[in-house]
């Protein structure tokens, strides 16, 4: 069975950082496409990075040049690497996984079967 649990969500403020990490078990995340979501309260869960087996990304133009998505297979995890952050980033955040190479680099959520738990990311002005 996969397991997918998140990690270091915060509250920041604005021009901060975090790092958001997400461990799998029950599976190996070097052979999965892996996202990061978020969703607002009020809003729909929107994708912001993803990538697939190769180390190919993809990025929401929200996010691009501020958010960097990556993958230590050795550990089992795959990161986000939030900089620059602003209050309009203030969200759950959720990591997802499938092991169907068809959806990889997809940032619609119906792309992906496997979910975190969650973890929540405040950006204060």
């Known amino acids: 069975q996969v397991q997918l649990v998140e990690s270091g969500g915060a509250s920041v403020q604005a021009g901060g950082s975090l790092r958001l990490s997400c461990a799998a078990s029950g599976a190996a995340f070097s052979t999965a496409c892996t996202a990061w979501f978020r969703q607002a309260p009020g809003k729909e869960r929107e994708g912001v990075a993803t990538a697939d087996t190769n180390g190919r990304t993809k990025y929401a133009d929200s996010v691009k040049g501020r958010f960097t998505i990556s993958k230590d297979n050795g550990k089992n995890t795959v990161y986000l690497e939030m900089n620059s952050l602003k209050p309009e980033d203030t969200a759950m955040y959720y990591c997802?996984?499938?092991?169907?190479?068809?959806?990889?680099?997809?940032?619609?959520?119906?792309?992906?079967?496997?979910w975190g738990q969650g973890t929540q990311v405040t950006v204060s002005s």
């Open positions: 997802a996984a499938t092991w169907s190479r068809g959806n990889c680099l997809n940032l619609q959520k119906y792309a992906y079967i496997y």
